[in-house]
C-alpha cells in the first residue's frame, strides 16, 4: 500500500525540525525555552498538565506565538525557542512547522505529553 498523503507530510515536517526528545525537556526549558501544550482541554484534565507549560489552543496558535501579531503572548519573544507538545507528537510536529514558517524557532516534543509523562514516571 502507497504512503498516504499526510505520512508524507508528517515526515517531511519532521525532516525540517531538529526535536526534542523527552529527557531533554528539562534542560531545554531551563535554557530558555518556551512549553506551548496544544492539547484539548478533555486531554489535560484527563491525562495531567504538563509543568510549566503555557496552554495555548491550536486555533490561536499561530497568532498568539507570532511575536509580530497585534495579540501575540508576551512570552513570544522574537528568538525564543518554542516547543509544542501535543498528545503523542503528531500534530505538534505539523504545528512547529507553521510556527517556522512565520519566523518562530520552533521545534516539537517527540512523542509529546505521553512520552513525557512515561518517562517522568
Known amino acids: 500500500m502507497a504512503e498516504s498523503a499526510i505520512d508524507r507530510l508528517l515526515a517531511d515536517a519532521r ?7 523527552p529527557e531533554d525537556l528539562a534542560a531545554e526549558q531551563a535554557a530558555g525555552a518556551l512549553l506551548v ?3 484539548p482541554e478533555s486531554y489535560r484534565t484527563e491525562e495531567g498538565e504538563l509543568p510549566s507549560a503555557v496552554i495555548v489552543d491550536r486555533n490561536h496558535l499561530e ?13 513570544a519573544t522574537r528568538g525564543r525557542r518554542v516547543i509544542i ?6 500534530a505538534s510536529s505539523l504545528a ?4 517556522r514558517e512565520l519566523g518562530v524557532d520552533a521545534t516539537d516534543l517527540v512523542g509529546g505529553y505521553r512520552a513525557w509523562f512515561a518517562r517522568a514516571r
Not at 63 to 75: K, R
Not at 85 to 90: P, S
Open 63 to 75: 497568532w498568539w506565538l507570532d511575536p509580530t501579531s497585534d495579540v501575540a503572548l508576551p512570552e
Open 85 to 90: 507538545a501535543c498528545n503523542e507528537g503528531y
Open 15 to 21: 525532516g525540517r525540525l531538529d526535536r526534542v526528545q
Open 96 to 99: 512547529a512547522v507553521t510556527l
Open 37 to 39: 501544550d496544544i492539547r
